[in-house]
């Protein structure tokens, strides 16, 4: 029922579409690009729902109050505690751990204005979790969200944060002035 709808409003309603060529791995960090608007998270999540795949994402403890709190579990949100005291990437990593199916969402790019700086989270979490890294790439031209590659993270940082960079060159968010891969070697 909720793949139904969730393919109806997704491929019905708001015309988007989607090319997936990669494996369902249990587990993986998606990463979405480009992150311009806030309707990304809407859209990517009535793309997944459509797929019949649920996705995760981070939110921060605070806003999982009641009744808050259980609607944004029910959608796949994280609460997680971001004081300097915690390891983000070690509550997730247990997070993955835990879960018979992990597939977390994150934005790389950490802001929806252009930042070229993206941050490395998604990818150390990916790196410890030992999990494959998956490229989502949110096309506003085209109305299509298309994941054709996956990185499995290797430890050499600047090397793979460049291949994943690239991949996301060609996509268009919604504003794409507020969207840069920043400066590849």
Not at 40 to 56: S, V
Not at 132 to 146: E, F, M, N, S
Not at 168 to 176: E, I, N
Request: hydrophobic letters at 40%.
């Amino acid at each position: 029922m909720r793949k139904a709808i969730c393919s109806f409003i997704y491929h019905k309603i708001l015309g988007w579409k989607h090319k997936v060529s990669i494996s369902d791995y249990d587990k993986y960090i998606i990463c979405a690009a480009p992150h311009t608007t806030n309707w990304d998270l809407i859209i990517g999540k009535l793309f997944y729902g459509a797929i019949g795949r649920k996705t995760f994402f981070m939110m921060k403890k605070e806003w999982f109050f009641e009744p808050l709190g259980s609607f944004f579990r029910s959608i796949g949100g994280i609460a997680v505690n971001r004081d300097k005291k915690n390891s983000l990437v070690d509550q997730m990593v247990e997070q993955a751990q835990k879960r018979k199916i992990f597939h977390l969402a994150i934005t790389p790019e950490g802001t929806r204005s252009a930042n070229g700086e993206w941050k490395k989270g998604f990818y150390y979490i990916a790196l410890k979790a030992q999990i494959p890294i998956v490229l989502a790439g949110i096309d506003y031209q085209t109305k299509c969200i298309t994941i054709e590659k996956e990185i499995f993270p290797s430890g050499d940082l600047e090397k793979d944060m460049r291949e994943i960079k690239l991949y996301f060159k060609r996509f268009k968010g919604k504003y794409p002035e507020k969207f840069t891969i920043g400066e590849i070697d």
